[in-house]
């Protein structure tokens, strides 16, 4: 979360206040909210971890030469980076092996 300090440029610096719990300080925070963290594209991270093996063929995908869907392509690179102990891929239940 980031936080913007701007100057109150209402308040009147002249006079005190009458209690110190009141006193704003002549500064008002504008809280911003954070942006999430983009997550990358499945498929584009399935291309770095395939390599060679996937192949676009415009309307398909072809893994090993064979079409094949969406989720058995996840599932395949799921695979290879569980192999390498790195953290799969989430999105679908169904991905995760």
Not at 61 to 79: F, G, H, K, S, T
């Amino acid at each position: 979360m980031e936080v913007v300090i701007k100057p109150n440029r209402n308040i009147d610096r002249t006079k005190t206040p009458s209690r110190p719990g009141n006193y704003k300080g002549g500064y008002t925070a504008e809280i911003q909210p954070a942006t999430p963290p983009q997550k990358p594209n499945p498929l584009f991270v399935a291309f770095m971890w395939l390599g060679n093996r996937l192949k676009d063929h415009g309307d398909h995908y072809r893994l090993d030469n064979v079409p094949r869907n969406l989720d058995y392509i996840i599932q395949e690179a799921n695979r290879a980076i569980k192999s390498c102990g790195g953290k799969q891929i989430e999105g679908k239940d169904c991905w995760l092996v």
